[in-house]
Each structure stands twice: as C-alpha cells, then as structure tokens.
C-alpha cells in the first residue's frame, strides 16, 4: 500500500516531442505529488508537485496531470529537448515522508 | 547559497574499514534523511531524523548508524564497510509538512567504493 510504481524505466524522445511518465498509488491517505529531476552527478530537485484536490497543474513546459479516482499521476514535458534528458523521480507523501518511485531514464534525441 | 552540503565528495574503502558521512543544512529544516541510490532501484532510504534528538530507521538501516548531533548536521556512519555498501549516498532535509512549498532539499551526493 505503500508503493509508488513508476513507469516507464527509460524513454526515449526525439526533440520537440512530448515526453510522458506514469505514476500510479494505493494509499489514498497520500496528500501530495512531487516529481523530482535528477540529472547525473548532482541530487535530485524538485521540479514540479500537485495536491489531490488539482487535477492539473502547469509551469512552463511541466505539466502534472492527476487522477484521484484512478490513483494514478503523470508527469508530461512538451516540446522536450536536450537539456531535459535527465532521471525523472515520481514520489507521493505519506506520514510525513515521501515514497519514492522507481524512477525513469529519459533522453531526448536531437 | 543554502541548502545541503555533503562531505566527501568521494571516498574509496577497503572492507571492513569504518567512516563517517557528514551533512548540514542552513534552511532550518526540521528533517532530515539519508538515501542511497543503486542503479535501477531508485532512491532507498537508510535512516531519517523527523525532528532533533529523534533518529528512525528506514528501508535499509542494516549496516549503518546515524546521529543527529543538532538541528543542522546529520551524519551516517559505516562501521564496518561492505563491498555491498558501495553506492551513492544522499543526504536531504524537508520543512514541516504544512509549508505551501514543501519539497526535500537534497545534497550533490557522495559516491562510495568499498573494495
């Protein structure tokens, strides 16, 4: 109940195209969604988060697209490019933690 | 700039070798965490200190201990380290939960060899 499964494991993009990560839960209890970008050698950040009561939220080419009754969260960059290849990280807070997914491997073809 | 600092940046053990990782925060955070990330498996969390003077163990504690010597330093000590041990350390700190942006704030790691 308390996983967060992440899909998918790698993907790959051509630039300008629209990149898409999946996200899904059990535990209804969890109050917010972060996604975190991680590129190598550095800690992840923070990139973009929502709460269960949004069902969409936008900064700038980021978009976290959330559904509660599915239990399910996505991440979705448009007009992907280069400098967005990077691991992407969905997590989802429960009893005052973040648990983690597994997290996805993106590149971005030029 | 603040945020989470992590010493070292590096380190090579030999088995059965001891060390000590540092970290501080400079963003009066509450909490504070360490993760280690093995490829493929994510971010798995050792041990965490929700608060100062309370330390809890996580995913994977077997092997390590950690101390909460104030508000701003946390560290993780190996005492007898395992080629197993081998990975990259995170250290990270979040602000109580009811902040608008709540997020965790991690350091640039520490990579780990033990031979």
């Known amino acids: 109940q308390q996983q967060v499964k992440q899909s998918p494991q790698s993907l790959i993009v051509q630039k300008g195209g629209i990149s898409i990560i999946n996200c899904a839960y059990e535990?209804?209890?969890?109050?917010?969604f972060p996604w975190y970008q991680q590129f190598p050698g550095k800690g992840p950040a923070l990139l973009i988060a929502i709460r269960p009561d949004v069902s969409e939220k936008k900064e700038g080419r980021f978009t976290i697209s959330f559904n509660k009754s599915a239990k399910q969260f996505s991440l979705h960059i448009m007009d992907s490019q280069p400098g967005d290849s990077a691991t992407y990280f969905c997590?989802?807070?429960?009893?005052?933690?973040?648990?983690w997914g597994a997290g996805t491997k993106l590149i971005i073809k030029p | 700039n603040a945020g989470v600092t992590q010493t070292p940046k590096f380190q090579v053990l030999k088995t059965g070798q001891s060390m000590t990782l540092q970290c501080a925060q400079d963003m009066n955070h509450n909490s504070m965490y360490w993760y280690r990330q093995d490829p493929g498996m994510g971010l798995r969390l050792i041990y965490y200190s929700a608060s100062e003077g309370t330390t809890d163990k996580g995913e994977v504690p077997n092997g390590y201990n950690v101390s909460r010597l104030n508000k701003r330093e946390f560290s993780l000590r190996l005492e007898s380290a395992a080629p197993s041990q081998t990975s990259v350390y995170f250290c990270?700190?979040?602000?109580?939960?009811?902040?608008?942006?709540?997020?965790?704030?991690f350091g640039s790691g520490t990579r780990l060899t033990v031979v």
């Open positions: 997590a989802a807070r429960g009893n005052y933690q973040l648990i």
């Open positions: 535990n209804t209890a969890f109050d917010y």
């Open positions: 990270a700190s979040s602000a109580p939960p009811g902040q608008r942006i709540y997020g965790y704030t």
